[in-house]
């Protein structure tokens, strides 16, 4: 049974319409008006037939199968003596709401069990267990590991260095303010709130945490004004001029690359177009740089 984490989160009682055979209420499964029990002549109770087939010149097959007059039943009623119910089978079809209780906590693959309520194939069987597996869909704003919570959050430049005031809707409709000034917010870093991840099944007032990963969004341009601003305000980056003789720098430019794993396919790709200075060692050359940029990335 599919269930939103909301209802994993609150708890819910889903019900289910299921239809089964079950025991014939009126015979008691017997199928026959006096109780009795009459065992098929066929197939002499077993339910199964045994026939002959015929697979080539001097060849018999012998095969089973269900039996075509009590149809597997065993037992076949005289028309005299058939209980009107269920037409003398001792089954009936019936139709059963259920309520499926998603308590707080449950996971995916939580199993909610009935027990008894499968139906059964025969009146003499005893019916199987219905069991409910849920499973947890996919939420728009919450991942969940175990009973922690996760949470994706991108904020400003301005917000990440000056606080940021955030409402997260939480999946009981609570909404949490976090804010954040007196502390920076990094890149790609993460805080917590304790206690605010999913209930913990059988343990009411336990909870996970709930983790936010932030995303900072730089501007894309900054003004030069606001460029100096900055600057007077939070003071001039410290300056390599004079460490290294004038006459030894070299003025280069920076060229913005978007998808590093992109550009290094190109580039190999337009060496081997281009050249035999990188022949089939360069498998192994191109791993080692790949290793090296994922490095200087950290
Ligand atoms: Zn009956
Ligand atoms: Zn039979």
Redesign the pocket.
């Known amino acids: 049974m599919k269930v939103s984490l909301d209802e994993m989160y609150k708890g819910n009682v889903r019900k289910l319409q299921m239809s089964r055979s079950i025991k ?1 209420p ?2 008691q ?3 026959s008006k006096s109780g009795k029990k009459y065992t098929c002549e066929v197939c002499h109770g077993s339910g199964v037939e045994v026939k002959l087939r015929p697979l080539g010149p001097g060849m018999m097959q012998q095969i089973q199968q269900r039996c075509s007059k009590c149809s597997g039943t065993g037992s076949f009623n005289p028309p005299s003596d058939r ?4 037409s ?3 089954l ?1 079809s019936d139709r059963k709401v259920f309520e499926v209780h998603v308590e707080p906590g449950h996971r995916h693959g939580s199993k909610v069990l009935f027990r008894g309520e499968a139906g059964a194939d025969a009146p003499d069987v005893l019916p199987g267990d219905l069991i409910f597996v849920l499973e947890q869909k996919e939420h728009p704003t919450f991942k969940r590991i175990g009973s922690d919570l996760f949470y994706e959050k991108k904020v400003s430049l301005v917000e990440a260095l000056t606080g940021a005031l955030l409402h997260i809707t939480h999946l009981d409709n609570r909404v949490l303010e976090v804010n954040s000034t007196g502390s920076i917010i990094k890149p790609d870093s993460w805080m917590a709130i304790k206690n605010e991840g999913m209930p913990i099944h059988g343990r009411p007032y336990e909870k996970g945490n709930l983790y936010i990963h932030f995303a900072v969004e730089f501007p894309d341009q900054l003004a030069p004004e606001a460029a100096s601003a900055l600057r007077s305000l939070l003071g001039e980056p410290a300056h390599t001029n004079g460490v290294v003789p004038m006459e030894e720098l070299e003025e280069v430019q920076l060229t913005p690359v978007k998808d590093i794993e992109a550009e290094i396919k190109v580039r190999r790709e337009h060496e081997r177009r281009t050249g035999g200075q990188y022949d089939s060692d360069s498998d192994e050359e191109g791993g080692q740089r790949g290793q090296r940029v994922a490095c200087s990335q950290q």
């Open positions: 014939c009126t015979c499964g017997s199928g209980c009107g119910a269920c003398g089978k001792g009936v």
